[in-house]
């Protein structure tokens, strides 16, 4: 995966032909903020000293906000009721420049309002204020025929974001998903209920651990029996794919009968509320501009570390998903500089996997373009480079006293900077002989300015079916040839 092309997929968030449909239950997340200095006399509980409040948009509507974030156009169908909380929302989910047009005024259920009171950083207690009878028919008519009406406009993206208060009727989702799917448009769903078979069709859901066990009516701590009953249950809704998300253990990708795990970002966690909201919703911004499932779904666990370390329910921003993504970066670069122990084990790894690893080496003193020519060629051979880097004191044993001009950890950090460099290992010998015999690559390159029998480790490569590339280098290129351009402007 490249970083650079999800970054500038993040950036295309805002194009104005794109816009996201979110259909689902909305609610009012209420937040009564206090510390706690004692327990009551009264009863065993504490006493939170109120010093504030604030309020948010919640369920579907903290969907659309995470998109909102994302800088993508938005659009928001859902129930509020005749009330002041549903004033409220209206107000909040404008003010992040939400279009509230398919909001729907409901005359028999009051606006759903979850108030949670916090003891500094620790939530003491949730209040839920709704009502559970079934919604009337007139208010699923509304919603049905709003939904339908999108469609005239091309959605790139629709989000049916389900908390189970009664919006995302069988009949609304299966009306949706078919004239979605008619118009080749992807629907993301984050399902409640034992039921899933309202969302037949769709193009993925995004349950939790404990709703895919609940779905499927397995344990959910048997990972395996639950991934495989997962797999079945994608297979049987015929939906594209289905991501588990698993806490600590990451986000699972379950396409096609097979299972791929991204492992979770680490993080500390202070209020996982909204997460999955987060996930969704990012999801469903990287696939409208185009970016493969296990990318999308790359920059959703990223996002989703981002809002966990949060207090309450805040949705992502753009600029906070591109910073950390340059963070992570940085940090994949640093992670491919080691010492032979640490690059023999990712050698491993790389051939376990089937993958061909590429081997090459070189002082690379004051990188050039010639340089990243000859990397970016070699890369190409195989799956992996790995590159061998002459220490500072190798260096000047072959070039002389006054070289090299750059550091060794400078260039090593330089070198891992670059898309086609998979490792980077120093050497202190005069040949890079030990580091080709312990990492045995399947192809060994060197410049063409060589000849195959001058390649230190050719014959070693060839002993166990490798092979020897010579690649022309750029002409006109050089570090001496730079260097020595620096020297005479200096002295002049």
Known sequence: MSMHLVEAAIRRFAAPSLWALVIGDLML????????????????????????????AGGAANVAANLAGLCM??????????????????????????????????????????????????????LDRERREPHAAADGEALLACALRQFNDNPTVIVLSDYAKGVLSPQLCQAVIAEARRRNIPVLVDPKGADYSKYAMATALTPNKRETAEACGVAPLDSAHLLEAAAALQSRLQLDFLAVTRSEEGISLIADGHVTDLPAVARQVFDVSGAGDTVIATLAAGLAVGLEREEALYLANVAAGIVV?????????????????????????ISKIGNLNTVRDKVSQWRAAGQRIVFTNGCFDLLHAGHVTYLEQARKLGDRLVLGLNTDRSV??????????????????????????????????????????????????KGADYREEQVVGGSEVKSWGGQ????????GRSSSAIIERLRVSNSS
């Open 396 to 445: 000047s044993a072959l070039k002389g006293p006054s070289r090299p001009v750059v550091h060794e950890n400078d260039r090593a950090r330089v070198l891992a900077a670059l898309e086609a460099v998979d490792a980077v290992v120093l050497f202190d010998e005069e040949t890079p002989l030990l580091l080709i015999k312990a990492l045995r690559p399947d192809v060994l390159v």
């Open 468 to 475: 020897i590339a010579l690649i022309d280098m750029v002409p």
């Open 309 to 333: 370390g949060k207090l309450g329910t805040v949705p992502i921003t753009r600029l906070e998903l591109l910073n950390e993504l340059m963070l992570e970066d940085s940090m994949l670069q």
């Open 29 to 56: 997340d209420r937040y009564l903020h206090g510390d706690v200095e004692r327990i009551s006399p009264e009863a065993p509980v504490p006493v939170v000293v109120l010093s504030r409040e604030t309020e948010c």
């Open 73 to 126: 156009r938005t659009r928001l169908i859902g129930c509020i009721g005749d009330d002041d909380d549903g004033a409220k929302l209206e107000r909040a989910i404008a003010a992040m420049g939400i279009s509230t047009e398919g909001l729907h005024r409901s005359t028999t259920h009051p606006t759903i309002v979850k108030t949670r009171v916090l003891g500094g950083h620790q939530q003491m207690l949730r």
